[in-house]
Nanobody, 122 residues
Framework: QAQLVESGGGLVQAGGSLRLSCAASERTFSSYVMAWFRQAPGKEREFVAAIRWGGGTTHSAESVKARFTISRDNAKNTAALQMNSLKPEDTAVYYC???????????????WGQGTQVTVSS
């Protein structure tokens, strides 16, 4: 069964950076939209960023625009989220997702990773 596995989470001070990676188990993901979502304690899961299969089109939530950058390498079946200027409010479990449609709604994604914790201290 196709799988997504995230890595790269951890504890960082405010203003710092982290790079999350998502490894896909199958090459079929190269034709999918890849996205990142996050869920903070007590809150609903929210959209962070998405990237089309070709990598030329991206979309990010306003709260992270100019700080976070999504990218992908179809040859390696990976996606990444570079997070700069991190804030305490970025603390959450970050999930990688893949789906056939361009969407900022989690319902549009069929495959999900297990999540990786990002904690930003003040």
């Amino acid at each position: 069964q196709a799988q997504l596995v995230e890595s790269g989470g951890g504890l960082v001070q405010a203003g710092g950076s982290l790079r999350l990676s998502c490894a896909a188990s199958e090459r079929t993901f190269s034709s999918y939209v890849m996205a990142w979502f996050r869920q903070a304690p007590g809150k609903e899961r929210e959209f962070v960023a998405a990237i089309r299969w070709g990598g030329g089109t991206t979309h990010s939530a306003e709260s992270v625009k100019a700080r976070f950058t999504i990218s992908r390498d179809n040859a390696k079946n990976t996606a990444a989220l570079q997070m700069n200027s991190l804030k305490p409010e970025d603390t959450a479990v970050y999930y990688c997702a893949a789906g056939p449609k361009w969407s900022d709604n989690e319902a549009g994604y069929d495959y999900w990773g297990q999540g990786t914790q990002v904690t930003v201290s003040s």
